[in-house]
């Protein structure tokens, strides 16, 4: 579960990106973040992996407070936190299947399992047989697509993605909606900053969802 309590961010300069945020996400929950852009989605994203802290108030995540965990406690917490950026941060001198199987060697996976569940997580998102190429030669939505198997190959029971069907067309974007109801029907709670109503429209006719919806860092009634 996830729970965020009177939560306020704010940047240097003084602006205020959040401002006392409070709900909570059930376990193998659907839920969507929406709001205009500069609405605070991306930074109450950040907030559940400690990418960002909090000023005030507290980040609760499967009963740790992780705002106010110690910096070397944090890439444990990451390991069960699958993360989907605007910013993918492919590595594009390594093979696709380099960049799945990365998050496995840092953590130590023996290599053969390693293999294994990257080439499952890669299948999971169609691209076994693009394993061997370059991120470079990818389209978008099959780069995207890669950022996914790479999120979810520590088979993590939360998943958080920033709007991950920006600028896909709308055959990339269904796809990608779909991945994301799948990985929730298995028990994956997942959240998504998204501004596109097709996004949730699409995921509300194939599974239950909830929408939060953010206005210059408030939450909506």
Same mark, same amino acid.
């Given at each position: 579960m996830i729970e965020f309590s009177a939560v306020h961010k704010r940047y240097p300069g003084g602006y205020e990106a959040l401002k006392g945020v409070s709900f909570t996400v059930a376990? @193998? &929950? +659907? +839920?969507f973040v929406t709001g205009?852009? =500069?609405a605070g989605k991306s930074t109450l994203l950040k907030l559940i992996p400690v990418i960002e802290r909090v000023n005030s108030g507290s980040v609760m !995540?499967? =009963? /740790?407070? !992780?705002? @106010?965990? @110690?910096a070397r406690a944090i #890439?444990? +917490?990451r390991r069960n936190i699958g993360q989907i950026f605007q910013d993918q941060k492919l590595l594009y001198d390594r093979s696709v299947f380099d960049n799945v199987i990365l998050p496995l060697n840092v953590t130590g996976v023996h290599p053969k399992e390693g293999a294994k569940r990257a080439r499952a997580a890669l299948d999971k998102v169609g691209l076994l047989k693009r394993e061997k190429s370059n #991120? $470079?030669? +990818?389209? =978008? =939505? &099959? /780069?995207q697509r890669l *950022? $996914? *198997?790479r999120a979810i190959v520590n088979r993590p029971s939360i998943l958080i993605a920033d709007e991950p069907t920006a600028n896909l067309d709308s055959q990339y974007a269904g796809e990608i909606v779909d991945l994301f109801v799948d990985f929730n029907r298995v028990g994956v709670t997942v959240m998504i900053a998204t501004h596109d109503e097709q996004v949730i429209a699409r995921a509300s006719a194939? @599974?239950?969802t909830r929408s939060l919806t953010l206005t210059q860092g408030v939450l909506a009634p």
């Open positions: 376990d @193998a &929950e +659907l +839920l205009h852009s =500069g !995540v499967n =009963g /740790q407070n !992780v705002s @106010a965990m @110690a #890439p444990f +917490l #991120p $470079i030669a +990818l389209s =978008g =939505g &099959e /780069q *950022a $996914i *198997a194939k @599974a239950t």
